[in-house]
């Protein structure tokens, strides 16, 4: 029995199949960190190299693409870890370098589960950020990708699919009979923020959580409960007579909640795209009396780069912006001195390790145990 950080994994357990890590394009680094971790806290039970199979998807001149798996995979336990918005990678077509979108990625995806043909004895996608996520409900006439993207997965074969922050964890829904877990990073995030900001106050006195919007009250509500803090929240007019990028674009933010004068807040949300409304909301939040702002989100995407928060960051906007590191991180991020980065490899390589195992992960999907006593060690440092 190993216990590694309070969670106990019982490697006497039968395991389902000799473990396989599978990286897909872009995600090496945080692959092999993954790696790191699933051979320490396996060494009493096995000592191997690696447990990272070599794949690749070798491209023709006119961009077309094909999946290859350099090992044998007859009955493994296979993971695979992708990360659909890593816009870092490119590749060659008639001449021009390409960056991968994330429909390249997914496609790449379903080429190395082709490859596989069958022999796995099972295979679980950890797609760290879902794709199509945000496309996840019709409005009219329009396409359902994300679930049609997960019933895709199911049809070819894959048992699990593991996913952070999910949009909308209803989507599971899609694939009722198959695996889908929605992870949140809750309890990294508030270790990060503890580590980071060493003077944080966990009470309601000093500290408050305010949600950007109406759609991630669920999220915002979890954190307010476990740390017991008062929660806020802002409320987007938009404006549904046009579309502007994809959607309706914001009027207002009108903010609903307790008083922020001279407390600390904690703005919770699934990602950052542009930052813009998360710069609009600390902006008003910051004119009602809040005394610093931080921010955590599972996605640091930055869609229109850097400069909107630096100068955010250098007006006194915003104080800390904690996202993880699941996904591709834009060159010049980790130098900022307004980010912090909260890493996630820890975490995945004990939901695989536990997995391997077919062991109940329940307890790493609900850490209030533990953020109970990450709490009460702050409180007392």
């Not at 009027?251 to 609009?280: P, T």
């Not at 939040?285 to 955010?312: C, M, Q, T, Y």
């Amino acid at each position: 029995m190993t216990n590694v950080n309070n969670d106990v994994i019982t490697d006497a357990a039968p395991i389902v199949g000799k473990l396989t890590v599978i990286s897909m394009k872009g995600c090496e680094k945080f692959t092999e960190r993954i790696d790191m971790y699933l051979r320490s806290m396996r060494s009493d039970i096995e000592d191997v190299d690696t447990y990272i199979t070599h794949v690749s998807c070798p491209r023709f001149g006119t961009g077309e693409a094909k999946g290859v798996i350099d090992e044998t995979i007859r009955g493994h336990d296979v993971y695979i870890i992708c990360d659909c918005f890593n816009y870092g990678v490119t590749y060659n077509m008639y001449g021009y370098e390409n960056r991968m979108s994330p429909d390249d990625h997914y496609q790449d995806l379903k080429r190395i589960i082709a490859a596989m043909g069958g022999k796995a004895r099972r295979i679980t996608v950890v797609m760290t950020m879902l794709y199509e996520g945000r496309q996840h409900k019709r409005n009219g006439r329009e396409s359902l990708d994300a679930a049609i993207m997960l019933q895709e997965l199911a049809q070819m074969g894959v048992k699990n699919v593991l996913t952070f922050d999910a949009h909308d964890p209803r989507i599971s829904n899609s694939i009722p009979l198959s695996g889908f877990d929605d992870i949140q990073p809750t309890y990294q995030m508030i270790k990060a923020m503890s580590r980071a900001v060493s003077d944080i106050k966990f009470n309601k006195f000093d500290t408050i959580v305010i949600s950007p919007d109406e759609g991630g009250m669920g999220r915002c509500m979890y954190y307010s409960s476990v740390l017991q803090l008062d929660l806020g929240m802002f409320y987007k007019r938009r404006d549904y007579s046009r579309i502007e990028n994809g959607k309706n674009p914001i009027v207002a933010h009108e903010y609903l909640g307790r008083n922020v004068e001279g407390k600390d807040v904690i703005i919770v949300d699934d990602m950052i795209a542009s930052g813009e409304s998360m710069i609009d909301v600390a902006t008003k939040l910051k004119n009602r009396g809040a005394k610093r702002i931080f921010v955590f989100a599972s996605f640091g995407l930055f869609v229109n780069g850097l400069e909107v928060f630096d100068k955010a960051y250098s007006d006194g906007i915003i104080d800390k912006i904690f996202t993880t590191n699941l996904v591709y991180r834009r060159p010049g991020l980790l130098e900022r001195e307004w980010y912090y980065e909260v890493d996630m490899s820890k975490y995945v390589s004990l939901l695989i390790n536990t997995l391997n195992h077919d062991e109940t992960i329940s307890h790493l999907l609900d850490p209030v145990a533990k953020i109970q006593n990450l709490i009460e060690r702050v409180g007392n440092k």
